[in-house]
């Protein structure tokens, strides 16, 4: 176990390397000029040059590039352009509502999937499984945004059960918080639910076709613990495989989402820095979400090896 950690822990840190240098890199070969958007197009040259050498623009690529790596593995993620304000501040500002809320979108996901998906699974070309794959089919057919609207036409402007947009903040309490939050974490499980519930589907029918299953039913087990306690744990490979993609998805994904409810989240953050040409704060939200991703599948690869003992045998 602890050479299979150790091969994907160097995956990991070798993906973040190479992941660092082509955001530093695409990031520098963009137009424009972060000092002459920050002092406006009437500012004098002089001026641009002199701000420009503050924010430490003039200096080579390599030498930047090397204080920032050097500044993430300190914690300092420096100061923003536009806000002058420390980037740290503003991601973790910002990552206090986007990581609650795809947390939220990825349990809702979680939920509706798998029930949905053994549901339709143990009614195999009957009514239920007909239904699950007809609403799957329209839930991955409908944009994240349109399905927002409808959820603010119903539920804030018709039954006035929640607010259109905006959030309290987490000093207003928990619950207070997660209400906020409940509707544009529906509006993003909606499609990863349908993709999901495919998916846990697809496998499940696979898993009950085995030998093992038909051994565990001609034993006299119940076709429900035989569901449950063998088939579940044996599809469940596959469908971690998916949830760990979603939930990076989610996470880098939700900016449409927060600009329909009006959310300060890190996708709002990033379409502002990017309008700012605040290079700075881009640089460093996209390397935390590419790191997050990373991360995310580093963990699958460990459950892998925890759900299915064969993954972490032909690894070694």
Same mark, same amino acid.
């Given at each position: 176990?602890?050479?299979?950690?150790?091969?994907?822990?160097?995956?990991?840190?070798?993906?973040?390397?190479?992941?660092?240098?082509?955001?530093?890199?695409?990031?520098?070969?963009?137009?424009?000029?972060?000092?002459?958007?920050?002092?406006?197009?009437?500012?004098?040259?002089?001026?641009?040059?002199?701000?420009?050498?503050?924010? =430490?623009?003039?200096?080579?690529?390599?030498?930047?590039?090397?204080?920032?790596?050097?500044? *993430?593995?300190? =914690?300092?993620?420096?100061?923003?352009?536009?806000?002058?304000?420390? /980037?740290?501040?503003?991601?973790?500002?910002?990552?206090?509502?986007?990581?609650?809320?795809?947390?939220?979108?990825?349990?809702?996901?979680?939920?509706?999937?798998?029930?949905?998906?053994?549901?339709? +699974?143990?009614?195999?070309?009957?009514?239920?499984?007909?239904?699950?794959?007809?609403?799957?089919?329209?839930?991955?057919?409908?944009?994240?945004?349109?399905? +927002?609207?409808?959820?603010?036409?119903?539920?804030?402007?018709?039954?006035?059960?929640?607010?259109? =947009?905006?959030? %309290?903040?987490?000093?207003?309490?928990?619950?207070?918080?997660?209400?906020?939050?409940?509707? %544009?974490?529906?509006?993003?499980?909606?499609?990863?639910?349908?993709?999901?519930?495919?998916?846990?589907?697809?496998?499940?029918?696979?898993?009950?076709?085995?030998?093992? /299953?038909?051994? +565990?039913?001609?034993?006299?087990?119940?076709? !429900?613990?035989?569901?449950?306690?063998?088939?579940?744990?044996?599809?469940?490979?596959?469908?971690?495989?998916?949830?760990? *993609?979603?939930?990076?998805?989610?996470?880098?994904?939700?900016?449409?989402?927060?600009?329909?409810?009006?959310?300060?989240?890190?996708? !709002?953050?990033?379409?502002?820095?990017?309008?700012?040409?605040?290079?700075?704060?881009?640089?460093?939200?996209?390397?935390?979400?590419?790191?997050?991703? /990373?991360? /995310?599948?580093?963990?699958?690869?460990?459950?892998?090896?925890?759900?299915?003992?064969?993954?972490?045998?032909?690894?070694?």
């Amino acid at each position: 176990m602890s050479l299979f950690l150790f091969k994907r822990l160097i995956t990991l840190v070798a993906t973040l390397l190479g992941t660092s240098i082509v955001v530093f890199l695409v990031l520098e070969i963009l137009p424009g000029n972060a000092a002459q958007i920050i002092m406006g197009p009437d500012a004098s040259p002089e001026a641009v040059v002199a701000l420009a050498h503050k924010l =430490g623009l003039d200096r080579p690529a390599a030498t930047r590039y090397w204080e920032w790596i050097t500044g *993430l593995l300190h =914690g300092d993620l420096g100061l923003s352009y536009a806000y002058s304000t420390p /980037v740290s501040e503003l991601v973790s500002e910002r990552l206090a509502l986007t990581v609650p809320l795809a947390l939220m979108a990825m349990a809702l996901t979680t939920v509706i999937a798998l029930v949905a998906g053994i549901y339709a +699974a143990s009614r195999h070309n009957k009514a239920g499984d007909v239904g699950v794959i007809g609403l799957t089919q329209v839930g991955i057919a409908i944009p994240n945004f349109w399905f +927002a609207i409808l959820l603010i036409l119903l539920f804030s402007v018709k039954l006035k059960w929640f607010s259109a =947009g905006g959030f %309290p903040g987490w000093d207003e309490g928990i619950v207070a918080g997660l209400r906020a939050l409940l509707l %544009p974490a529906l509006s993003l499980a909606v499609v990863q639910s349908a993709i999901l519930t495919r998916i846990t589907r697809s496998s499940v029918l696979d898993v009950l076709r085995e030998d093992f /299953v038909r051994t +565990a039913r001609a034993k006299g087990l119940s076709r !429900r613990a035989t569901l449950w306690k063998h088939v579940l744990r044996n599809a469940l490979i596959p469908v971690i495989t998916v949830m760990g *993609l979603q939930f990076a998805e989610l996470l880098a994904g939700t900016i449409v989402v927060e600009s329909v409810f009006y959310l300060p989240g890190l996708g !709002r953050l990033i379409f502002q820095s990017i309008s700012n040409r605040d290079l700075i704060v881009v640089r460093n939200c996209v390397m935390l979400l590419a790191a997050m991703v /990373v991360i /995310v599948n580093f963990v699958v690869d460990v459950l892998y090896a925890a759900i299915d003992p064969r993954v972490k045998a032909s690894d070694i």
